[in-house]
């Protein structure tokens, strides 16, 4: 017998059972949300064991996903500043800041029932209390010791770290004047029907050996991604985070964006210019764990284990080093929901990419276990149910405010990162030492760069034509950038050698890594034209081993691809199910992208009316070593 049912004063339990409908809409008494007091409220079991019960029931309400009203700064139409954090561990609660000089005493908070910590600072003469920008605090008196414990506000929207006075971060009340404050300019794009993804990190967005802003990448790094033509940006490390060199993965505060790129206005000029060019931002959601930080984080915020975490060894994972959010408390619930609101509501945010959920939906979070693709590792008792079930209410909350919305999970156990700290980029493990001695026009064009260029064009072109609904590419690969990354920390001496993006590189027209920037913008712009991505998966009609040749059809399109270290074939046989005379759309050996132009371009195929390799119809084409042309009907140009 369920529990929550079994204890319920009105159970089913005893009653007749022709007194209990049989559809599920038998009804039980629940609680309220703890910022309005219990009171009775109804719903049915239909719902109580529907996940969405927890968002759409009366135990959260409104507030299920609208917290941010509710939870941290709120500055009334008269000027009053209302505040309130939840920390039932606490024993006390005072708001401190540069508007009280710091007093401990003088502005002490009143706890309700629920454990929420509340107070409001009245407006003078119509203005806030608390001026736009200054510093604050919430200071706790906790059970034990009863010693003061200062806390950044958990809701706070902007923190800032000055390191020459200590990597503790300083909470800001962030409300600027109304006539101040950002205002969008352009309308979101539509919902794009193929999904070519941009994976950037603002803070590397330079080839300088420094912290890149938000303005710079607005005007460095936008016009380039346009030119490129994708029309995704999946942003990394926004979110604020302790240490930059955890990529943006160990989060303190999780409504503010960090503030080592610049202010919150900078971060939505660059959205609303990339809403302007019509691109689609996606933001890298971290709901997966948080930093461990106390002083500046949630950890111990209220002098408790267990706040917004599990307890003890379940809330801490064991190889990222930080705490697990305990996805089955309903204010966790309403914190992360919220969370997920507010960058859609204040920032614009087009999506989300939720990162390293293999550790939400499985209690072993993915570490020493390995995944061959039997259900009986996807399913069972390792099963998270609560982080599964928050993943669902999330992708459902988000979609049913914003239909249009983006959602996208990284799972780990099918694939991981790679040419991070110290291993090689695509383009170095093809050359090697050549990047550095013959990557320029006037340098020998050895073997070994001929069959590095190629094959880096010929790996992302097949990725593109069979890799899925949608193509993500890390800044700088698509250039073949020469080096790993690696991010200032102490075991290479603080140096932003590796923490950095070469895009001089490109710009260098002696150098051949623009060959490969030309060649990845012809990918995109040819999807955009024939919508491969959207449409159904290929079919393949040849993968010869002996030619090493792949043939197959997608998006209307005929690929075909020579991967022979040596082999050049004349009137290559190839079938293809739809008749007509096809033109080259993409050919991989132009010289326009570093290749030795040996297709002639200006070529018409036409088909024959015989089944070749499962298809109606064959062409004959030619098809050089290490070469991949794309063909299109020439009606379609």
Do not use: C
């Not at 209390?129 to 200071?139: L, R």
């Amino acid at each position: 017998m369920d529990p929550v049912n079994q204890a319920s004063d009105n159970s089913v339990v005893g009653e007749t059972a022709g007194s209990v409908p049989n559809d599920g809409t038998a009804k039980r008494k629940t609680g309220s949300g703890p910022l309005t007091g219990p009171k009775e409220g109804w719903t049915s079991l239909a719902e109580l064991v529907h996940p969405l019960a927890l968002v759409e029931g009366p135990r959260l309400t409104i507030a299920s996903h609208q917290g941010k009203e509710l939870f941290g700064f709120n500055v009334k139409d008269n000027g009053d500043i209302v505040y309130r954090e939840w920390a039932p561990n606490a024993l006390r609660a005072y708001l401190i800041g540069d508007f009280n000089g710091w007093n401990r005493d003088s502005h002490p908070m009143q706890k309700n029932d629920f454990g929420v910590w509340e107070t409001t600072l009245p407006a003078n003469n119509g203005q806030p209390a608390i001026a736009h920008d200054s510093k604050v605090k919430i200071s706790f008196v906790t059970p034990n010791d009863h010693a003061r414990q200062e806390r950044i506000p958990a809701w706070i929207t902007r923190v800032t770290q000055d390191l020459n006075v200590s990597p503790v971060y300083d909470a800001r009340f962030w409300n600027p004047p109304k006539d101040q404050r950002y205002v969008f300019k352009h309308p979101k794009p539509p919902k794009p029907a193929s999904a070519r993804i941009y994976e950037a990190h603002v803070g590397i967005s330079s080839p300088d050996p420094k912290v890149a802003t938000y303005k710079e990448f607005t005007r460095d790094i936008l016009p380039r991604i346009k030119h490129l033509g994708y029309n995704v940006i999946q942003l990394m490390a926004i979110m604020e985070h302790a240490y930059y060199a955890s990529f943006g993965y160990q989060i303190n505060s999780f409504f503010a964006a960090s503030s080592r790129y610049g202010l919150p206005d900078d971060l939505k000029e660059l959205i609303d210019t990339a809403h302007g060019m019509g691109i689609t931002v996606l933001l890298d959601m971290v709901h997966s764990h948080a930093s461990k930080n106390v002083l500046d984080g949630l950890n111990m915020f209220d002098g408790s284990d267990h706040l917004y975490f599990h307890e003890g060894q379940k809330g801490r994972h064991e190889l990222w080093d930080s705490r697990l959010f305990n996805y089955g408390n309903h204010e966790v619930l309403r914190f992360l929901l919220s969370n997920l609101r507010f960058w859609v509501d204040e920032y614009q945010f087009d999506g989300f990419r939720f990162d390293g959920v293999t550790s939400m939906m499985y209690t072993h979070h993915g570490i020493g276990t390995g995944f061959s693709g039997g259900y009986h590792e996807y399913f069972g008792p390792n099963v998270d149910e609560e982080g599964v079930v928050y993943l669902m209410l999330a992708n459902e909350m988000l979609h049913d405010l914003f239909p249009d919305v983006i959602t996208i999970a990284e799972d780990v156990s099918e694939s991981h990162d790679q040419a991070l700290v110290g291993d090689k980029s695509l383009l170095m493990w093809l050359i090697d030492a050549e990047i550095y001695t013959n990557m320029s026009t006037l340098s020998e064009f050895t073997p070994v760069i001929e069959r590095g260029l190629a094959l880096h064009k010929l790996i992302r072109l097949i990725t593109h034509g069979l890799g899925g609904e949608g193509y993500l590419n890390f800044e700088g690969n698509e250039f073949g950038h020469p080096e790993w990354l690696d991010f200032p920390r102490a075991g290479n001496n603080n140096s932003f050698h590796y923490a950095r993006r070469q895009f001089n590189l490109v710009d260098d027209q002696l150098l051949r890594y623009r060959f490969l920037n030309e060649f990845d913008s012809k990918m995109q712009w040819t999807e955009e034209k024939y919508g491969w991505l959207h449409s159904q998966q290929a079919y393949i009609s040849l993968k010869h081993e002996g030619d090493k040749v792949v043939v197959f059809e997608r998006g209307g399109l005929l690929w075909i691809f020579n991967f022979h270290p040596g082999s050049s074939f004349t009137d290559y046989r190839v079938g293809v199910e739809q008749e007509g005379t096809y033109r080259i759309v993409i050919n991989s050996d132009s010289p326009a992208f570093g290749g030795l132009g040996r297709v002639d371009e200006s070529t018409r195929f036409f088909t024959t009316p015989f089944s070749w390799n499962g298809r109606k119809n064959f062409l004959q084409v030619y098809i050089p070593t290490r070469t991949a042309i794309v063909l299109a009907l020439e009606s379609t140009l």
